[in-house]
């Protein structure tokens, strides 16, 4: 992008008269912006493992029934590792793409510590806070498929560069909004459920 516009500027004569110099000015000129720029976003101009896993379940497994509206419908605890240097705060989302209406938002958390390590069963983290799901209820709803064929339930974690200032009433599609542009890093856990 630093050489959109009128590049041909740089061929003026110099005491040599040579084209040649002035396209090496300009590219060095260039090479120049390119490192300030990059060492002004050093966040965001790496790559992180962040990772996100469950005590209670492997990636690409079953979730137990405990976790489910056919169990107690309680949060599973998870882990939380490799969480960028210059995050601000983390955001969870959890969403069923199998749905038959479509993706159904099962959980929203935002606004966590970029501290918190993991979540433990039964409880959300200190400060953090909780939209509401797609059945209409404020916090974690379990997985809850109609009979058929097993769901994917994904766990979406990010790390971003900001803490969020948005409504409660926030939905999937505008916490999605809300964090665009200022991720870090993201990491993904998915867990199957067949209701039983």
Request: aromatic share 12%; net charge positive; with cysteine.
């Amino acid at each position: 992008m630093f050489f959109h516009g009128k590049f041909h500027a740089g061929y003026s004569k110099n005491k040599a008269g040579s084209p040649a110099a002035g396209l090496f000015s300009g590219l060095w000129i260039a090479a120049l912006c390119f490192t300030v720029l990059a060492a002004s976003t050093p966040a965001l101009s790496q790559s992180y493992n962040l990772a996100i896993s469950s005590p209670a379940f492997n990636n690409n497994g079953f979730i137990p029934v405990h976790y489910t509206c056919q169990g107690s419908d309680i949060i599973p605890p998870l882990a939380f590792k490799n969480i960028p240097p210059h995050t601000a705060s983390l955001v969870l989302i959890l969403e069923d793409p199998d749905a038959p209406g479509g993706t159904f938002t099962h959980w929203l958390l935002w606004n966590i510590s970029p501290k918190t390590r993991g979540i433990d069963e039964r409880t959300v983290p200190h400060g953090a806070e909780q939209g509401f799901n797609d059945f209409g209820t404020k916090g974690y709803g379990g997985p809850c498929p109609p009979p058929g064929n097993a769901h994917r339930y994904i766990f979406k974690l990010f790390a971003v560069n900001t803490v969020l200032q948005v409504n409660r009433t926030i939905t999937r599609q505008g916490l999605e909004k809300a964090i665009d542009g200022h991720i870090i890093a993201h990491a993904l856990l998915t867990g199957f459920y067949k209701r039983k």
